[in-house]
């Protein structure tokens, strides 16, 4: 008779901690069970506090695996994208989230890793590295994975969305995975960088049709090209919020 | 069980006092070791914080009563479920580990209520008889999927952990149902305790001859002698917390202790061995995992629980 095979865990003799700082990590049922609950709760959060708007849910793929691709002003931005996605989804869904600041002390390795699946994106030293750990996420293809890119690598500041970074473009050039452009309207002027606590401002979320740039092969000039055009999407996304946003603050005076 | 009657049991007290006092006496020892050689003690010293952890979680826990205690347990339970799914690769079928969670869950709920007819605490007869209900369970798992291929292996250790590390185990939960709470659970504790250090120390002075070379090469006869010897001697002296004993009664638990904890030490010895790990996790520093620390309980609890309940009502 054949010996039978075991798989243990990886991450076997690692303590939680140190469990929860690597990536890929590995299944747990608590944490899943604890993430579920902050989703429910972020989701509640958001549409009471923050009247959270999702426009254009009908662009997204039907199944992973694809990257959306957002502007950055606020915390509340990946909790936004995660939250307009279905609950099911939530240990399939990947915001990539600064090493430097969100993988470094427990109280935010625990926010980043159990409550929002965060992705561990080194954006300081080895980006292309943190770049094939996502292409490692996206390549499985059974799994439908879904990642949240903010290629401005920093919350902006003045409410303006800053150039992207071409890391981007090395992720999706070449392939047809569909990129989706995201703008998150509102989350910097209730949240932003530097404070303490939410204001109860309104958020919304406006959502583009796919792109896909198989046709583009990875290449610095293209990689560049990809992130000024998803750029270009994303302003423009932002454009009709600000517009529906006027519009809306008129019909309520009226 | 609850603060007012742990505090008037004189067993409960002299328990806690002696537990206490050894872990004071342990720490102090150590603190010396430590200062005159510093890396020679810094194993053992990862072993006593350890110690500093367990030991007031269990005696805080028995002081507060019985569902506290098998609250505890019930928690003990589920994280060496977790650590033994996590080893054998079984935590990837997220069904079958949670049909097993959910039966130590049940083991606890069934320890806690009350026997529906005999109206005493804990339930009793289904106690005894939740793994035919668990097992059907987790035969049942890959008939729902329609799936075959590998549902042995899945099946065998979904079966294994749960009568292992769920139910063997619950014996000692089951334990707080006994009119002699305090003394069946505190001496078993501190008896399993003391028979695994005496091994330790015993297998460092004397140990010579490897006691099973092809599951756990520092285990020695020498050892594992020295630890029976402990173990037979202590119910004798510790007589007064197992008042309705007779001597026969006293060596079959020496014995149990004795022997049961070696062989539970090496059992999970086979498991770690076979699998190819080291320790079962890394939740107790200096312990390894938490099996790796309740393993000789997980074996003596039901054959103490058994043999004490053939000879007197337990309740």
Redesign the interface.
């Known amino acids: 008779m054949d010996a039978w095979e075991y798989s243990p865990a990886e991450d076997l003799d690692l303590s939680l901690v140190e469990r929860l700082r690597r990536f890929p990590r590995e299944p747990d049922m608590f944490v899943y069970g604890v993430r579920v609950a902050c989703a429910a709760l972020m989701r509640l959060w958001l549409r009471l506090y923050h009247r959270l708007g999702v426009h254009g849910l009908e662009h997204l793929p039907p199944r992973g695996p694809y990257v959306i691709v957002a502007n950055h002003a606020s915390h509340l931005d990946a909790a936004c994208i995660v939250s307009a996605l279905r609950l099911s989804m939530v240990h399939r869904v990947f915001p990539a989230a600064a090493q430097d600041y969100f993988f470094v002390n427990l109280p935010r390795l625990a926010l980043a890793a159990v409550a929002i699946n965060a992705l561990p994106f080194n954006r300081e030293l080895n980006v292309r590295q943190s770049i094939s750990l996502c292409r490692h996420l996206l390549d499985n293809e059974a799994a439908g994975n879904v990642l949240i890119l903010f290629p401005e690598g920093s919350r902006s500041t003045n409410g303006v969305v800053g150039p992207f970074k071409p890391g981007v473009g090395l992720l999706v050039a070449g392939t047809d995975l569909p990129v989706v452009p995201c703008h998150v309207h509102g989350a910097g002027a209730a949240w932003p960088k530097g404070r303490w606590w939410p204001r109860p401002g309104r958020v919304s979320l406006h959502l583009g049709p796919p792109r896909t740039y198989a046709h583009l092969p990875r290449g610095r000039a293209n990689c560049e090209a990809i992130a000024g055009d998803l750029r270009q999407a994303v302003v423009a996304l932002g454009a009709t919020a600000a517009n529906a946003d006027v519009a809306d603050g008129q019909g309520e005076t009226a | 069980m609850s603060p007012a009657a742990a505090l008037e049991s004189e067993i409960f007290r002299f328990y806690a006092a002696t537990i206490l006092g050894l872990l004071v006496l342990a720490g102090l020892v150590l603190l010396i070791v430590r200062w005159r050689a510093r890396a020679a003690a810094d194993h053992a010293w990862r072993a006593y914080l350890g110690w500093l952890v367990i030991v007031p979680a269990v005696l805080g826990a028995i002081f507060l009563g019985r569902l506290a205690t098998i609250a505890l347990l019930t928690l003990v339970a589920l994280a060496g479920f ?1 650590e033994f799914a ?4 079984l ?2 079928d ?1 069904l079958m ?2 049909v097993v ?1 959910a039966g130590i869950v049940a083991i606890g709920i069934v320890c806690a209520v009350d026997d529906p007819t005999l109206l005493t605490p804990g339930w009793y007869g289904l106690f005894v008889a939740l793994p035919a209900f668990v097992i059907a369970a987790i035969l049942m798992v890959p008939i729902v999927r329609n799936r075959a291929t590998g549902q042995l ?1 899945l099946m065998a250790l979904a079966i294994v952990g749960f009568v292992y590390i769920g139910w063997m185990f619950g014996h000692l939960t089951f334990l707080v149902n006994a009119r002699n709470a305090y003394g069946y659970l505190l001496f078993l504790v501190f008896a399993v305790a003391l028979n695994d250090v005496a091994a330790f120390t015993f297998g460092r002075l004397f140990g010579r001859r490897p006691l099973r070379s092809s599951i756990s090469p520092h285990k020695t006869w020498e050892g594992a002698c020295g630890a029976l010897a402990v173990s037979m001697v202590l119910p004798w002296a510790l007589w007064f917390s197992l008042p309705d004993f007779t001597p026969r009664e006293l060596i079959l638990t020496g014995l149990i202790v004795g022997i049961g904890g070696q062989l539970g030490d090496l059992s999970i010895s086979v498991i770690k061995r ?10 107790l ?1 200096g312990h390894g995992g938490i099996l790796d620390r309740i393993d000789s309980l997980i074996y003596t609890a039901p054959l103490f629980f058994h043999m004490a309940g053939y000879f007197h009502d337990m309740q």
């Open positions: 977790k996590r080893a054998t690769g935590y990837r997220w580990t949670s969670y292996q076979d699998i190819g790990i080291k320790d079962t996790g890394a939740l520093r």
